[in-house]
Nanobody
């Protein structure tokens, strides 16, 4: 069974930094895109950053220049380095991955459980 496990969330003051990690494990044949989303209270999830195995990446305008996504293919892990954090970044952050499981012919979108990031002013 494939699962994504996030870690690294917590409480930080405005201007500080956090690094989120997301490790994929299980019966994995291949992983295409992996990324981070966030959800504010009472709102829908929104894309934060995404990366592919070809080292292509993209960011939401609200985090560009402050957040950096990276990927360690050997560990099936992605990271989100968050610098210059603002109170408006406070949200639950979710890991996302497009994974083809062993024995499957199509990919499945997996989500982690989410990790809370709180930025105080």
């Amino acid at each position: 069974q494939v699962q994504l496990v996030e870690s690294g969330g917590g409480l930080v003051q405005a201007g500080g930094s956090l690094r989120l990690s997301c490790a994929a494990s299980g019966s994995i044949f291949s992983i295409d895109a992996m990324g981070w989303y966030r959800q504010f209270p009472g709102k829908q999830r929104e894309l934060v950053a995404v990366t592919t195995g070809a080292c292509s990446s993209g960011y939401a305008d609200s985090v560009k220049g402050r957040f950096t996504i990276s990927r360690d293919n050997a560990k099936n892990t992605i990271y989100l380095q968050m610098n210059s954090l603002k109170p408006e970044d406070t949200a639950v952050y979710y890991c996302n991955a497009d994974i083809t499981e062993r024995g499957a012919r199509t990919l499945t979108v997996y989500w982690g459980q989410g990790t809370q990031v709180t930025v105080s002013s």
